[in-house]
């Protein structure tokens, strides 16, 4: 069983800064891809961002440039540091372990961007 509780979301202009958290249970956190998803209002989840057991990373390219995912093994943790955000990243931020058969996700962590 996996929990994950994501946090550090927030209400911020646009061109602003935040950076969030996801603490996962689990002893085989290290050795599971870990990635970030949004969902917008009336929009399905989409994945942001990916992390590799071995530090490897990938975006979409909406945020490329903008958004990095790290992940701390030592701590069960996964994040994601947003810069120079737009109004369109708002949404519900969701991180998930990715190749387990099968899905696990949070209660997410809303991220608002006003213009």
């Known amino acids: 069983q996996v929990q994950l509780v994501e946090s550090g979301g927030g209400l911020v202009q646009a061109g602003g800064s935040l950076r969030l958290s996801c603490a996962a249970s689990?002893?085989?956190?290290?050795?599971?891809?870990m990635g970030w998803y949004r969902q917008a209002p009336g929009k399905q989840r989409a994945p942001v961002a990916v992390?590799?057991?071995?530090?490897?990373?990938n975006y979409v390219d909406s945020v490329k440039g903008r958004f990095t995912i790290s992940r701390d093994n030592a701590k069960n943790t996964v994040y994601l540091q947003m810069n120079s955000l737009k109004p369109e990243d708002t949404a519900v931020y969701y991180c998930?372990?990715?190749?387990?058969?099968?899905?696990?996700w949070g209660q997410g962590t809303q991220v608002t961007v006003s213009s």
């Open positions: 998930t372990p990715l190749g387990l058969g099968k899905d696990y």
């Open positions: 689990g002893s085989t956190f290290s050795r599971n891809a």
């Open positions: 992390i590799g057991n071995d530090g490897s990373t």
